[in-house]
């Protein structure tokens, strides 16, 4: 029988006594449950050999896929490092790893262009963390450096986060730390780490499993309870308690954690209640619903008293281990410390459950659209929150790669960039949302780079001259331009091919915009004059127009992408080029949009899908049709980490210089990770995204 757990109001006096990183939460179930029943005993089928450190915390199997009897389990053993047993229990080797507290492992990880079985454990005497490859019954050391961590060390676990195919892992600390790093791996297949985001519960955290496929990581809080949060570290972690003592069905402290896979419908998470000496399984396609408990017993018939760490396996072993192995650490074993090797069948059978269908441990889920790097970030902006907004680009005809980015913080100004996403300038002129820019505005005779910006500080068109010589912004705005409106937000320029008449268009957060014309006052500055108004049914922001067209294209955030004239004389008719109920693989909130020019009125359009941290990409020309989509992923080698929550875009097909020959995509990125920093910019070549999705380059 299901029990539920965990009352709402509980669950977050629990989550915020002390919590930093996880201080909003979720709840697994809505309902206190009844005390667990009476367990039933399952029998291991073996023993291991007590290990050689005295200690027992956690062991991993590594599978050979080739002859699945020949499958190893690797153990922690303390200061006797890591141990390795077949599956009958008995020792084949052992290797030096420092104090060893924690492991675990994935299959086919490329390590120098082959598919490796990599390890990660824990020294708990330096904190630190250790990579090593496995093959046959021999560990190799792997890591490029032992990875210091900076806390004292309790669990670890690898990671595949599916959004972007990349390797993650997640140390868990006495302190509550939840540090998680992304895996390296150079060309030589050294391995290393650099650290994702650091997230914190109010006290120890001992163990941590992660679920590939649903993206989950869950992590026993020793004392506090089971919890699990998004491991994707470009989302929010959204945690979510799912037993606990006195409010749930754990005792006093939650142990161990494993996940078992069986496929739909038999999908199980396995903790263990160290303080009852019982394994309770919760249902994770039931949102870890409480399903039952067991009991252990060893081979000689003696009870288990604390299960400690966990792991679990659908894979067939043959002998007695037909549907797959749970390996639980018995640290008080009579004899010494071991590991008990119990048969997933007889402890699912024991509860009635299905064992549905081996899943091969290799297989990595495959992120859903394809994924990109960018080349370059820009330095972080210097306002917390949400503050990076909206970049545009200058390309520079006669030196590529003296090329500028123009981008704003909506809380103090606009930067200037250069094309390796170094500050040339910060002008803290008030709340700057979103900026654009034009070549060849003519200013009293001469042609300059005209910059405009919407102002929320002064509620105007913020007017400036791109200084390309001196790399610099100059403020030639006759006097403040009041854009009259409540909230000016969303903001692009257009220049009209019919008439060589440049515009500004500003659009408020309840959805009013408006077109201005941008002119020459005379005395060497630019004002505005009002030419039309129309409205959107709800909040809109990012747009892009398209000159040699007279295209206007507008992100209406929770509705779709529109298309509609950009003269002065066009009115407010406008059809929908794309909807967010209409087409799966766009996400509210549309935000940034930005123009590929291919020449000739060909291109494409790129929009920042932001419920998704995705960018459809649409053809320019006839009826704008959907092409796909991409994702920008992190770069562990350079450092850079990937793009979410974007908020603007750029995007220009001019030669940008070294790397950006072809163009390049500008976006906010609204999570600044590897490791956590205020926002900033990224700088993804075009090329990279041409080739992702078999586009045009120009």
């Not at 490029?144 to 676990?157: I, K, N, T």
Request: aromatic share 6%; glycine share 12%.
């Amino acid at each position: 029988m299901m029990g539920r757990n965990i009352t709402g109001p509980l669950l977050a006096a629990v989550a915020f006594a002390g919590s930093v990183g996880l201080a909003s939460c979720a709840t697994a179930q809505d309902e206190v449950g009844p005390p667990a029943a009476a367990a039933r005993a399952v029998a291991a089928r073996a023993n291991t050999a007590p290990t050689n450190g005295g200690q027992a915390n956690r062991a991993v199997l590594v599978f050979d896929q080739i002859e699945p009897a020949n499958s190893r389990i690797v153990a922690t053993a303390g200061l006797g490092g890591l141990e390795v047993y077949g599956l009958d229990g008995q020792r084949r080797g052992a290797t030096p790893a420092g104090e060893a507290g924690s492991v675990d492992v994935r299959h086919g990880v490329m390590l120098a262009g082959r598919p490796a079985n990599l390890l990660v454990s824990t020294d708990t005497t330096t904190n630190s963390l250790r990579f090593f490859s496995m093959a046959g019954d021999v560990l190799s050391e792997v890591g490029a450096r032992a990875v210091p961590l900076g806390f004292a060390v309790e669990g670890v676990c690898l990671f595949q986060n599916a959004s972007d195919g990349l390797l993650y892992l997640v140390a868990v600390g006495d302190g509550g730390e939840i540090d998680q790093h992304l895996v390296v791996v150079d060309d030589e297949g050294r391995v290393d780490s650099r650290q994702a985001r650091r997230l914190n519960l109010p006290s120890p955290a001992e163990h941590c499993v992660a679920d590939d496929a649903s993206g989950q990581i869950y992590v026993s809080e020793q004392a506090v309870g089971l919890w699990r949060f998004n491991g994707d570290p470009e989302t929010d972690a959204t945690p979510v308690l799912i037993d606990a003592p006195r409010l749930g069905r754990i005792t006093e402290e939650v142990g161990g954690v494993a996940l078992y896979d069986g496929g739909e419908g038999a999908r199980y998470l396995i903790a263990s209640d160290a303080s009852s000496g019982r394994l309770y399984v919760y249902d994770r396609d039931q949102d870890d619903a409480w399903v039952g408990a067991i009991s252990l017993v060893g081979e000689d018939g003696v009870a288990v008293g604390e299960p400690g760490g966990l792991h679990a396996a659908s894979v067939a072993l043959g002998g007695g281990l037909a549907a797959g192995a749970l390996i639980a650490a018995d640290e008080d074993a009579e004899g010494g410390a071991n590991y008990k090797i119990v048969p997933v069948a007889s402890l699912l059978g024991a509860l009635n459950l299905p064992l549905g269908v081996a899943q091969d441990p290799a297989a990595a889920p495959a992120p859903p659209v394809p994924t990109v790097k960018a080349l370059y970030e820009t330095v972080p902006v210097i306002s917390a929150g949400d503050a990076a907004d909206d970049p545009a680009i200058w390309a520079n005809p006669s030196d590529p790669a003296a090329s500028l980015i123009v981008a704003t913080d909506k809380k103090s100004g606009l930067y200037l960039y250069d094309m390796q996403g170094r500050v040339l300038q910060h002008l803290p002129d008030g709340k700057m949302n979103n900026v654009d820019l034009r070549s060849g505005f003519m200013l009293g005779g001469e042609p300059i780079v005209l910059v405009t910006a919407s102002d929320r500080t002064r509620k105007a068109v913020a007017i400036y001259r791109l200084d390309t010589a001196g790399r610099r912004l100059i403020d030639i705005s006759d006097g403040v331009q009041a854009a009259e409106q409540g909230d000016p937000y969303g903001q692009c320029m257009y220049r009209s091919a019919a008439t060589g008449k440049t515009y500004v268009f500003i659009n408020d957060s309840n959805g009013e915009m408006r077109q201005w014309e941008l002119i020459d006052s005379g005395n060497g500055r630019v004002r505005i004059q009002r030419v039309r108004d129309f409205a959107f049914s709800s909040q809109a922001e990012g747009c892009v127009a398209d000159d040699e067209t007279g295209l206007l294209f507008v992100n209406e955030e929770d509705v779709a992408l529109w298309r509609m004239s950009a003269e002065p004389d066009g009115g407010a008719a406008m059809q929908a080029v794309d909807r967010v109920e209409a087409n799966p693989a766009i996400k509210d909130d549309l935000e940034g949009v930005g123009l590929y020019d291919l020449g000739g009125g060909r291109g494409y359009l790129v929009v920042s899908s932001q419920g998704n941290n995705t960018y459809a990409v649409y053809r320019r020309e006839g009826d704008q049709a959907y092409l796909g989509s991409f994702a920008v992923a992190a770069d562990g080698r350079a450092g850079v980490d990937g793009v979410s929550e974007t908020d603007g875009l750029d995007v220009s097909s001019a030669n940008l210089g070294p790397g950006f020959e072809h163009g390049a995509l500008i976006a906010q990125d609204g999570r600044n990770v590897l490791p956590g920093e205020f926002q900033n910019y990224k700088y993804i070549p075009w090329s990279r995204i041409a080739e992702a999705l078999d586009l045009e380059m120009r």
